[in-house]
Nanobody
């Protein structure tokens, strides 16, 4: 089970840190990803971190967002800096055991409820 938190309203240029707490299973063996869905748009890949701590990013947030994990706390984080209005979306975390394609939502086994991020201009 995954529970995302940390969303909110922030001005452009500001920062937020999203958290996703996992329960059940062996968290350290899971690849974890963040996706987002803006109003009227499809869900899109944001970032992922493998169980080996390799990180992957979509082009848009690269250099502004950082994904990390704390296996002792069963939590994955998404640090978001220099936020832009186009980052406004519901952000979802997801867990995957296979590692087939961490940029594809179809690879993930479990999804948390989203957390809303709104960036005002």
């Amino acid at each position: 089970q995954l529970q995302a938190s940390g969303g909110g309203l922030v001005q452009a240029g500001g920062s937020l840190r999203l958290s996703c707490a996992a329960s059940g299973g062996t968290f350290s063996l899971y690849n974890m990803g963040w996706f987002r869905q803006a109003p009227g748009r499809a869900r899109m890949f944001v970032a992922a971190i493998s169980w080996k701590n390799n990180t992957f990013y979509a082009d848009s947030p690269k250099g502004r967002f950082t994904i990390s994990r704390d296996n002792a706390k069963n939590t994955v984080y998404l640090q978001m800096n220099a936020l832009k209005p186009e980052d406004t979306a519901v952000y979802y975390c997801a867990a995957d055991r296979t590692g087939r394609n961490l940029a594809s939502g179809g690879s993930y086994d479990s999804w948390g409820r989203g957390t809303l991020v709104t960036v005002s201009s």
